[in-house]
């Protein structure tokens, strides 16, 4: 349970919001690359309750401004994307990537001065992970970018895809940090034939152990497969909004909530693999094929559809929760906790512990910022753990520590 005033300082984050202010000074994903075409349509990105215009200019470059013309508010989303700037298709003011308004066919040419004296809000960018990044903080340098592991592997190992789903950003972000609910709410997708990810049906009230680290934390989930062994779950949670889950299989998985609004989430799902390409086994990636389907948006499979197309005859047949793909069972349950989920009325038990400690983290984290201007953990190692999260199988009495150090590969 917490206090109103700690549930809004963590989920508000438009405006003047102190949880906004801190978040914005993390690079923030924004559109995919792929989305961006140079001389292509301009995309619309909103995040933190702004609405900003994506775009790739001729020479490849990309531009990322405040949405709105400076002339009479016209959406630049609708510009002419042409000759290294976009054109308002209103009166064809010309604004190039650095935001300097270079042509302004409107005003007579002895006005020459005119347009020199206006700006548009732009903000640096930064491609990596397939990805185009932007920093909106309020410092004049944005920071150095993460060391993430997914953004330093050739452009056909990783893949992101995002959905857009209707709550809040900590929503997103909580419900990747719950392991016991993958032996409840996914079960229908575990057992035998799904390796380690399949481990999780033997025990739905994990033990959690988690250790602090310069990043943020690490939580291990530990369950008991037999009296003999424990089967080891751990997901690395790195500030402010990235967790690295065990995915069961050699690819490996970031999944980031950003805040769209306070009412809205973006959330990333970026599927790596250290070694080869990404290959599209639908066997071992049973969960990922119908997502690409809608690699911008994929929660829209399931929005509008009446209780997010749960199928009660799919349920009366065997299947634990009628909703055919295991990541859209997430979007249900999170989207159905409503736009904020009202933390204050909750009831929080001991397999609620990373959720716990995460919150008590940003709140820490959030206040700091506002006293000093300290961003936790922002240091280019700092979005690299030395694992990706990791689900291993240990001898009931061993410690998880060294099994898991064995695997550490990011260094
Ligand atoms: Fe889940």
Known sequence: MLSREDDELLTRVEESAPMGAYLREYWTPAVRSARLVADGAPVRVRLFGE???AFRATDGRVGFLDEMCPHRRVSLALARNEDCAL?????????DVSGS??????????????AEKIRVRHFPTHEAGGIVWVYLGARDQAPPFP????????????????AETRCNWLQAVEGTLDSSHVSILHKSWLGA?????????????????FDHQDYGIRFAAIRHTDSATSHVRVTEFVMPWTAYIPTGDEDRIAIIGTPVDDVTSRQWFIRWNDDHPLTEDTDTHFWYDELTTAPDDFSALVRGKEMWGQDRKLMAEGHFTGITNLILEDVAIQESQGPIVDRSQEKLGSSDIAVIRTRRLLLDAVRAHGKTGEVFGQAPEAGRPGTAGAAFSISASDDWRPALSAQARYV
């Open 51 to 53: 609405d900003f215009v």
């Open 87 to 95: 054109r308002c298709i209103y009166h064809g003011w010309k604004i």
């Open 101 to 114: 308004v270079v042509e302004v066919p409107s005003e007579p040419p002895e006005r020459t001065d005119f």
């Open 147 to 162: 060391r993430f592991p997914f953004s330093e592997v050739p452009a056909d190992h990783v893949r992101p895809l995002v």
């Open 193 to 209: 034939g799904r390796g380690e990810l399949g481990q999780a049906a033997y025990d739905s009230a994990p033990r959690y152990e």
